[in-house]
């Protein structure tokens, strides 16, 4: 292989190379594991170091005052979209400069709304961009600039040389909007196989420390409390089996976010909080192995209908019976009945029952979360999905041999 000089954008104002998260630091590791000199550029890097940015999912974001009055909502996302312009033409600046020192050989942009610095660097001095598309990021139908971010979204879609997309869902929605499918790749979301691995040790203190039983079944969710995980079904699901008299399962629940005040006060008026449910803050990313393997079941709550998120790649690399619901994305990624179980979105009905099949049966968590690990390991590593990725956007661009294998696109 002939290593390239990959320039990978991300230019949303929340984004910093110091701390990029699961995702971009695993697309980031599995590349130069490759071999390819990659340089990471956040759009947080250039706000400067003492400009505080919040992560994704913070649970200050949604307590700010102005985010509770819906009246003030069109002048607030208009004010956020203006800085979104500003911010990218000193982007695309900064990019120029970086360019000038260290002539990369792609440009690799992950979208953000109103931001295209990577591929109008990447015209100018003449090399190719791909495009990592996410959504249409432009939910909202009321705000000053609006348009203008559709226009933009539409002219990277055209204009890229490459897309790569996330689930197959959104490379067909992508098709339905005219852009070639030739043009998009897919390339699903991984897990680092090696560092989510079960493991007995970690089990029997994590859940000493919790206080939970070797006779109870540990039932969890670890992530945000953004809105479309809609973790308030599990804990309704929660109150259903305690409703039918089944004993010996406990939930756990670690993270913050938009909705976590809702989850809480739910669990605290059914009487759950602190005996069949524990709820605990974030954790840093280094614990969370740790944590799923005291877990016997893992459970999405909620999730997109567009992509299967990385937390389902986890649960299952940690050999975790996972519930999720079932999304034609997710349904990707998971068998039902062989590599994990999807229940109805939205039903805490149909999420209890599952949950109360794979408490009363070991068997068949244990024969689930093994297929599982399985399928994360011939399937979902970072390495077989973005690293062959990027090989395929660079032998399609000309900078690799094609005699190589080919990855085919979805």
Aim: aromatic letters at 6%; glycine letters at 10%; charged letters at 25%.
């Amino acid at each position: 292989m002939t290593p390239q000089r990959i320039l990978y954008v991300c230019g949303g104002r929340n984004f910093r190379s110091a701390a990029p998260g699961q995702k971009i630091g695993g697309v980031v590791a599995c590349w130069r594991k490759s071999g390819h000199d990659v340089m990471l550029v956040c759009g947080g890097d250039i706000l400067g170091a003492d400009v505080a940015v919040p992560s994704y999912g913070a649970q200050e974001i949604h307590t700010k005052w102005y985010r509770r009055i819906s009246a003030l909502q069109p002048l607030v996302r208009s004010v956020s979209e203006y800085r979104d312009i500003v911010h990218d033409r000193l982007l695309l600046k900064h990019l120029e400069t970086v360019a000038s020192q260290w002539a990369p050989t792609l440009v690799w942009e992950r979208s953000s709304r109103l931001h295209g610095a990577g591929l109008f660097l990447a015209k100018r001095i003449g090399i190719p961009c791909v495009l990592e598309w996410k959504d249409h990021l432009i939910p909202y139908k009321v705000s000053a600039f609006r348009r203008r971010a559709e226009q933009l979204e539409s002219f990277k879609n055209a204009t890229a040389d490459g897309i790569v997309v996330e689930s197959g869902v959104l490379r067909d929605n992508l098709a339905r909007e005219g852009v070639p499918p030739e043009k998009i790749l897919v390339a699903h979301n991984a897990v680092d196989a090696d560092v989510f691995v079960r493991d007995a040790r970690h089990r029997v203190e994590q859940r000493k420390a919790l206080g939970v039983g070797d006779d109870e079944v540990l039932v969890g969710y670890l992530g945000s409390y953004a809105f479309y995980h809609d973790a308030v079904r599990l804990v309704l699901s929660a109150g259903i089996l305690r409703g039918c008299g089944i004993r010996g399962i406990r939930v756990l629940m670690v993270g913050g976010g938009e909705e976590y005040p809702r989850c809480r006060a739910a669990a605290e008026q059914m009487g759950l909080l602190g005996s069949q449910i524990i709820m605990l803050p974030g954790v840093p990313a280094r614990e969370v192995p740790a944590l799923l393997s005291s877990l016997d079941v893992a459970v999405l709550p909620g999730s997109t209908d567009i992509i299967c998120p990385i937390k389902i790649l986890e649960y299952m690399s940690a050999e975790l019976p996972t519930l999720a619901p079932d999304y034609p994305c997710n349904r990707e990624v998971i068998r039902d009945g062989d590599t994990g179980m999807l229940f109805p979105p939205k039903d805490e009905h149909a999420l209890a029952d599952r949950i109360r099949v794979l408490a009363g049966d070991t068997a068949l968590r244990q024969r689930l979360g093994l297929r599982a690990r399985e399928e994360v390991i011939g399937r979902y590593t970072w390495k077989k999905t973005w690293g062959a990725a990027l090989d395929e956007m660079l032998r399609r661009n000309g900078c690799l041999p094609p005699e190589r294998d080919r990855l085919c696109a979805g």
